[in-house]
């Protein structure tokens, strides 16, 4: 059974920078993707970034485009996400996902994940 746990979550002023961390437990195989998807209160969960399981691929919602950054250690099965420029808006439970795919894409549905993380809360303050 995989398991990913998040950390470095926290509180943060507007402009700071937070590198949240997804470690994985549990897996069979190399060949995997990665995701960070976000919830925000009343809200439903949305696409944050993706990577592909070799990390030469990544992908990210307009939103972030351009401010957080996805990359992974595979030697050590965790995912990150750089997170600067933040703003209050960026407020979310943020959650990692992961399934297996040896392919060089990146996924970017909920449906198109396995297994999910608990989720590390990111509150940025105006």
């Known amino acids: 059974q995989v398991q990913l746990v998040e950390s470095g979550g926290g509180l943060v002023q507007a402009g700071d920078s937070l590198r949240l961390s997804c470690a994985a437990s549990g897996r069979t195989s190399r060949n995997y993707a990665m995701g960070w998807f976000r919830q925000a209160p009343g809200k439903e969960r949305d696409f944050v970034a993706a990577i592909n399981w070799s990390g030469g691929v990544t992908e990210y919602s307009d939103s972030v485009k351009g401010r957080f950054t996805i990359s992974r250690d595979n030697a050590k099965d965790t995912v990150y996400l750089q997170m600067n420029s933040l703003k209050a808006e960026d407020t979310a439970i943020y959650y990692c996902?992961?399934?297996?795919?040896?392919?060089?894409?990146?996924?970017?549905?909920?449906?198109?994940?396995?297994?999910w993380g608990q989720g590390t809360q990111v509150t940025v303050s105006s």
């Open positions: 996902s992961t399934r297996s795919s040896r392919y060089g894409v990146t996924y970017r549905r909920i449906n198109d994940y396995d297994h």
